[in-house]
């Protein structure tokens, strides 16, 4: 199994960028595809992008779009998650995941069931 660490998360003005990282260990890490979740204070956990196994595809959560994006460097074993443009309401604790590579969609890709393996999770906080 796959082991996930997150580092990158802080405290940031409303405007200010952060740029989140997620190393993988234990398994190949291009047979993972890739996604980033967020789960603020008395909130389920919700959806905020993924990338396939290539890097070639990704979807973002509507609340996220043209402010986040996420990257890999299958040589690095990494996944990343530039954040700008942060908003208050972007505050929460922020998880990667992985899934075996499987059939790629928003559907499948932004459903927590379809993820096995869990981050321990980086708090990003952003005040106003």
């Known amino acids: 199994q796959v082991q996930l660490v997150e580092s990158g998360g802080g405290l940031v003005q409303a405007g200010g960028s952060l740029s989140l990282s997620c190393a993988a260990s234990?398994?190949?890490?291009?047979?993972?595809?890739m996604g980033w979740f967020r789960q603020a204070p008395g909130k389920e956990r919700e959806f905020v992008a993924a990338?396939?196994?290539?890097?070639?595809?990704?979807y973002y959560a509507d609340s996220v779009k043209g402010r986040f994006t996420i990257s890999r460097d299958n040589a690095k074993n990494t996944v990343y998650l530039q954040m700008n443009s942060l908003k208050p309401e972007d505050t929460a604790v922020y998880y990667c995941?992985?899934?075996?590579?499987?059939?790629?969609?928003?559907?499948?890709?932004?459903?927590?069931?379809?993820?096995?393996?869990w981050g321990q999770g980086t708090q990003v906080t952003v005040s106003s």
């Open positions: 995941a992985a899934r075996p590579r499987s059939t790629f969609t928003l559907a499948t890709c932004s459903s927590t069931n379809h993820y096995a393996r």
């Open positions: 990338i396939r196994w290539t890097g070639g595809n990704t």
């Open positions: 234990g398994r190949t890490f291009s047979d993972y595809d």
